[in-house]
């Protein structure tokens, strides 16, 4: 036995054949070439951010920079603003995907209980919101005048904490969780919220952890609910409305000095275009290693004995 254990062992480590290696070094050229295309773009705009104003006007972008400048970064950053409205989004990011997780995993898992009569009416009314939309003129008027949410952050936070493909999402995940866990906990005498928190969501880490990416992910890049009901008088604005409020301004300001003949230097309006991508999507790139082996690993649940 030992030295048939020794001989697998020792199958384990054969030799691959001609047709294994053209496979496997066909793959690997494949998904380098793939990551070369997609780290390349992220390149050009980290390369284009630091070069100066004339030299991208006329060339056009550059992923090496040419005439190094940081110009476009003193820009964004000036007055200090910039650091409040990552504040408010890294807050607004961690509490609402804390509460979108809770709320999606709760509903996900009502909407899968064979002992829940109304789940089936109501997985149809989620499903069914997300054909239909009363519009954007009722949708305002509900926001500001019925909920009084308007100049508030109440207003960007609680429409993203939930959507019906999630919460469809999330019941497909629990759906894969056999029911007789759920029962088996009863048979102990837990309660729902400790058979939820003790038995369900311990399976549900894989799930947890794309919706609440998705979620991170929502949150880190709004700004049109921003637009929609902060005014003016909000001084403090989230991370993308504040940098898109940059680049409007920029380029308002070079058509008015255009337009009055009125020469002040290259003011930096396309590299500011491209500092403001790199000090957006950096940050959120950080969170990907943390979540990148729930989404390879799959979803695995627990067998049941019987």
Same mark, same amino acid.
């Given at each position: ?39 390349? *773009?992220? #390149?050009? @705009? &980290?390369?284009?951010? +630091? ?12 992923? =090496? ?98 959507? *019906?493909? #999630?919460? @469809? &999402?999330?019941?497909? +995940? ?12 009863? =048979? ?119």
């Amino acid at each position: 036995m030992a030295k048939n254990s020794n001989n697998m062992q020792q199958g384990t480590k054969v030799k691959l054949g001609a047709s294994d290696l053209f496979i496997r070094g066909f793959g690997y050229t494949l998904v380098t070439l793939y990551a070369v295309c997609c780290i390349v *773009p992220f #390149l050009i @705009i &980290l390369g284009t951010s +630091f070069t100066s104003e004339s030299y991208v006007t006329t060339q056009g972008v550059t992923l =090496i920079p040419h005439e190094f400048t940081m110009a476009a970064y003193e820009m964004v950053v000036k007055g200090g603003r910039i650091w409040q409205s990552y504040i408010l989004t890294i807050t607004m990011t961690v509490v609402g995907t804390f509460l979108g997780l809770m709320f999606i995993s709760m509903a996900g898992y009502a909407l899968q209980r064979r002992d829940f009569p109304f789940r089936n009416a109501i997985s149809f009314y989620i499903y069914f919101t997300s054909l239909f939309s009363a519009g954007l003129a009722p949708y305002y008027l509900t926001m500001t005048q019925r909920y009084h949410l308007r100049d508030s952050y109440l207003a960007v936070l609680i429409p993203l904490l939930m959507s *019906p493909w #999630l919460v @469809i &999402l999330m019941k497909n +995940f629990v759906k894969a969780i056999p029911h007789e866990i759920s029962e088996s906990g009863k =048979i102990d005498g837990a309660g729902d919220m400790r058979i939820f928190v003790s038995l369900i969501l311990p399976m549900l880490k894989p799930a947890l952890a794309t919706i609440g990416l998705f979620l991170a992910l929502g949150y880190w890049n709004e700004w049109y609910q921003s637009s929609l009901f902060l005014t003016s008088k909000v001084d403090i604005k989230p991370l993308q409305y504040y940098l898109y409020e940059v680049v409007n301004k920029a380029d308002a300001l070079k058509n008015s000095v255009a337009s009055q003949f009125v020469t002040i230097g290259n003011l930096p309006t396309e590299t500011v275009k491209m500092a403001n991508a790199m000090l957006a999507t950096g940050p959120i790139i950080l969170l990907y290693p943390f979540v990148q082996k729930y989404f390879i690993s799959g979803l695995t649940v627990g067998a049941v004995k019987g």
